[in-house]
């Protein structure tokens, strides 16, 4: 039996990591956000302006606490308007994928009940074959406002506006729905009635 992974795409905002997290505590499954990957890589080159690292070990999950060569990184120093900026940046050079992919793979290996993961990628790129592909939207106004909430202020609508353009139109990867995607709008949705969706689906598979 394969093992079941569930992937969640959609733009900033759209409630990914919620919904995610919903998903992990209801089926008893490991959670994993892709952005992680890319903040911490863009944590560590803002650090020592440079991306030629050996090693990227992941030393635990819960809370999130990465080992790039000889500096440590928690969860919590991940989380900044400077941060957000700098990762959606690197995401488009194609070798910071390539490493991001690899590290989602050890995970997803590691993930001995199943995997959810969300993204913006997962289940177009990442995870093509995976159990049950989400896509996650929200009007833009409303996603704007749960990031600059999300941020305390320090992100602006443009700054939410100039990623989402970023993600979108890159040539690497961009942002799309992936095939065979159940897509679900969360402008007004509660935790709940996600929940039942993806349950829903997972019957149907």
Do not use: C, W
């Not at 997290?21 to 992680?36: C, E, N, V, W």
């Not at 941060?83 to 290996?109: G, M, P, Y």
Request: charged share 30%.
């Amino acid at each position: 039996m394969n093992k079941l992974i569930i992937t969640i795409d959609g733009p900033s905002g759209s409630g990914k990591t919620t919904l995610g997290k919903a998903i992990s505590d209801r089926l008893g499954i490991t959670f994993f956000s892709s952005g992680s990957i890319y903040r911490v890589i863009a944590k560590y080159f803002l650090d020592t302006n440079d991306l030629g690292f050996d090693n990227f070990e992941i030393i635990s999950f819960e809370p999130l606490k990465i080992k790039i060569d000889e500096n440590i990184y928690h969860e919590h120093d991940l989380y900044t308007k400077e941060l957000n900026t700098k990762s959606s940046e690197l995401a488009q050079q194609i070798e910071i994928r390539a490493i991001v992919d690899n590290v989602l793979k050890f995970v997803q290996s590691s993930a001995d009940k199943g995997l959810v993961v969300e993204g913006r990628d997962m289940g177009s790129v990442v995870f093509p074959d995976a159990t049950l592909k989400i896509y996650l939207d929200a009007d833009e106004d409303i996603r704007s406002a749960r990031r600059i909430e999300q941020s305390k202020n320090l992100e602006t609508v443009d700054d939410i506006s100039e990623r989402d353009k970023r993600d979108l139109s890159r040539k690497n990867s961009p942002l799309v729905v992936p095939e065979g995607a159940i897509v679900i709008n969360n402008n007004d949705k509660t935790i709940e009635q996600l929940i039942d969706i993806v349950t829903k689906n997972l019957k149907l598979q």
